[in-house]
Structure formats: C-alpha cells, structure tokens
C-alpha cells in the first residue's frame, strides 16, 4: 500500500519533509510497548503507536524502521519529527483511533508479519 | 589489533534518568559500525541489544557505560553501570518481568523485554550483578 493510499484511509497527515507518497508498505506493526517492537516487529512493517515521545523515533532507527503512524491525534514534538527527518523516516499522523487505523488498513490490504 | 583481538572499542557514557538524549549512544554506535560494512541485519541486532542495554541504564541505573567492542569476527557490547543490581536474574531474564516505575511505562519502557530481548537477539550472553552495579557482556557474531 502505497504512502498515499494510506493517507486517504486514514485522512492521515504526513509531518515530515521527506517523504517518497509512492513507497509502498505491505505490513503493519501496531503497539504502544517499544521493547515490543524491538522483539517482534520487523523493518519492512510501518510502526502504528499512540506513543508520542523520541524514544518512538529511537526504536524506528534501531529497527530501520522507515514510517511511523502516530494515531489517537497524538502530534509528535518538533525534536522528535527532526529526530526523524535527521534519520529518513516518514511520520504520518491521524485522529482515528488505533483499532480503526488498523482496522481500515487490514481491510484495505494491510497485513501484520507473520 | 590488541593481543586479544579487539580491533577498535568505542566508549559511551550514558546518564541516568535522561530520557531526552537517551538512544543517542546507540545511534552512534550503529552508524559506526555500520561505516565498517557490516550485513544489515547484524546491525540491527547490535543496535537493539545496544539500545535495550542503553535503556536498562538509563531507567535502572545511577549513570554508566555502553562500550561497543569490535573484533575480526565478532562485537561485544559491554554495559556496565552503577546502581542497586539485580537482586533476582533469573526473574529479570523472564519476559514480561518488570520493576519499573509508572513513568517509565508510559514511555513505552518497562514491559519486562529488555534483558530477554537482548539474549535472544546474541549469540553469547553474560550478565554478573551485585549490590554495586552490573555489568552484561552480549556477543554477536559477524
């Protein structure tokens, strides 16, 4: 799914400078639990949290981790969206909660990695 | 090369309680050894184990080191704090075990993964705690 699609089904922003709409994501991680993520996700998933500090951003680039989903209309700080631009990593921001994110992004063919 | 092998060690100092800068040292090691030419997914489970190792000082410690030790055929990450230890290793190697604060938690820390995550992501790990500190050796092959 490509960055642009998911914008449209989310009614998602994107709040950095560098970002390609046309990269395409296939999976999806979603937890508010970082050590979680660091234990299970992998770099090809897009991060969904409603966790909103830098150590969000820490986690991404220890996993090379390139698009974060903030959700809950949670607005992430300018230090930790520079913290993301400095490390190329896209960060979108929606008001939809996370089990409609998720759910709008499974239904749309977004899978969790198996 | 030392007569042990270790080609290069690079030093950080990590500060207690700082949540601002906290990942910084991991950072900077994982585009250090990264310059080296190292497989991409070695990096990243350096850069995890560096980055739970970071965290754990940062949350349970009074203030220590993350050294990144770098041999022909292998990384050690050595973290060794100062601080109350470990009274119970075996508890904290169980996942899910935590004695963090409520506001470590809502940082997104705490969940109990940090130690498990950081053996099950090497391929040797050594941890030694006492009243005075602890100090874990984590060994990845490249």
Redesign the interface.
Known sequence: MKIVEIKEILNAKTLTANCNEETEYSYGFAS?????V??YAT?ETMLI?G?N????V??A????ISVILFVRGKIPSK?TIDLAAE?SIIILATDYIMFKSCGLLYENGMRGFE | MGSDGLIKRFSYPIVANDFTIAGKSSSEIKSNIKAIGIDARIIRKIAIISYEAEMNIVIHSLGGFIHCDLYEDKIVIVSEDIGPGIPDIEMAMTEGFSTATENVRELGFGAGMGLPNMKKYSDDFEIESNKSGTIIKITILI
Do not use: H, K, Y
Not at chain 1, 32 to 36: I, K, V
């Open positions: 508010d639990l970082m050590s979680d660091l234990a770099n949290t966790l500090n830098p150590q969000v820490r986690t680039e220890m996993m090379d230090e490390n």
